[in-house]
């Protein structure tokens, strides 16, 4: 069966460095890869969307790349802000179908 | 802007009781989706729509079952809580064909003592 793996459960990392974060999955051909914030309490918010034919994608400070042959995403938060504190998901996708990583929570220190 | 409004937002309910959780969007999204999501788990996807009396199964849809009558609404119902079904429910619209974005709503909180 498909598995999704986000690369650890948290992570935290001081005020203006990059956050990286792993997605990993296997048993899966998908068309797109997605990004999501989730605050506590809330639903998920979209970020980004990349496609499988795309290398990278780039949105403010936000950066996600999507290799198909290592199964692999890695997205990176840029100048980190204490607001980026939150949990980010990955979701894969084919169709009208996503499924989701289990997430990974980011702490930003001042 | 998409909206959706889910109730109840919090509920406390015994084993072997019906629960039904409403999911309400205020456009014509096609798609719509029930999550749930536990620690450890991330989001699972239940069961989907894709259209009026159109439904289908997710990966775990065991113990629950779905209605849609109207585009607008999106019934999740468990016909006999269990213990293993206390989790947080979302609900969700495709808001973009292209990028098959989903829009969530905030959550209803299901605890099954």
């Keep these: 069966s498909q598995k999704i793996e986000q690369n650890s459960e948290a992570l935290n990392i001081q005020e203006g460095k990059t956050a990286t974060l792993t997605c990993n999955y296997t048993n899966y051909s998908p068309a797109y890869l997605q990004w999501y914030r989730q605050d506590p309490g809330r639903g998920p918010v979209f970020l980004l969307l990349i496609r499988e034919n795309e290398k990278e994608k780039r949105k403010e400070r936000l950066k996600v790349t999507f290799d198909?042959?290592?199964k692999q995403s890695l997205f990176h938060i840029t100048a980190s802000q204490p607001a980026d504190s939150a949990t980010y998901l990955c979701a894969l996708g084919n169709d009208y179908k996503l499924s989701f990583?289990?997430?990974t929570t980011v702490t930003v220190r001042a | 802007d998409a909206g959706i409004t889910?109730?109840?937002r919090h509920k406390v309910t015994e084993t072997g009781t019906p629960v039904t959780l409403r999911c309400h969007q205020t456009e014509n999204h096609r798609y719509m989706y029930w999550y749930r999501q536990d620690p450890g788990h991330g989001l699972r996807l239940i069961h989907y729509s894709y259209g009026v009396k159109d439904t289908?199964?997710?990966?775990v849809s065991d113990g629950y079952s779905v209605s849609r009558s109207k585009t607008e609404d999106f019934l999740l119902t468990l016909e006999s809580a269990t213990s293993s079904q206390t989790s947080v429910y979302?609900?969700?619209i495709r808001v973009s064909v292209d990028t098959g974005e989903l829009f969530f709503g905030e959550g209803s909180r299901l605890t099954v003592l």
């Design chain 1, 68 to 70: 198909t042959t290592l």
């Design chain 2, 56 to 59: 289908d199964k997710g990966e």
């Design chain 1, 101 to 103: 990583g289990a997430g």
């Design chain 2, 90 to 92: 979302f609900c969700a």
């Design chain 2, 6 to 8: 889910q109730s109840p």
